[in-house]
Nanobody, 117 residues
Framework: QVQLVESGGGLVQAGGSLTLSCATV?????????VAWYRQAPGKQRELVASLPRDGRVNSADSMNGRVTISGDAVQNAMLLQIDSLKPEDTAVYYC??????????WGQGTQVTVSS
């Protein structure tokens, strides 16, 4: 069975950087049609942070103001999300998402990111 496992979350000071990882088990991340990261803050709906389709064009939310970088790591069979200049407003549970052709859509369980002032 395909599983996505997020890691790298935790507590970080505002202004710092953090890198999240999403390891893929049971499938090749390189074969995905689209990989993406979403987040959900307390009391708010889940929102897109960034996505990367196979054509290589990175999409990121306007709210991130260019502070995110999404990439793939074939050796680790994982995708990464780097967030720079973290703000308290970035506090949320972050979820990785992988979509394969044929309507195969998988989600990780989420990793908590907490940014302190």
């Amino acid at each position: 069975q395909v599983q996505l496992v997020e890691s790298g979350g935790g507590l970080v000071q505002a202004g710092g950087s953090l890198t999240l990882s999403c390891a893929t088990v049971g499938a090749r991340i390189a074969a995905a049609a689209v990989v993406a990261w979403y987040r959900q803050a307390p009391g708010k709906q889940r929102e897109l942070v960034a996505s990367l389709p196979r054509d290589g064009r990175v999409n990121s939310a306007d709210s991130m103001n260019g502070r995110v970088t999404i990439s793939g790591d074939a050796v680790q069979n994982a995708m990464l999300l780097q967030i720079d200049s973290l703000k308290p407003e970035d506090t949320a549970v972050y979820y990785c998402n992988v979509f394969y052709s044929g309507e195969h859509n998988f989600w990780g369980q989420g990793t908590q990111v907490t940014v302190s002032s």
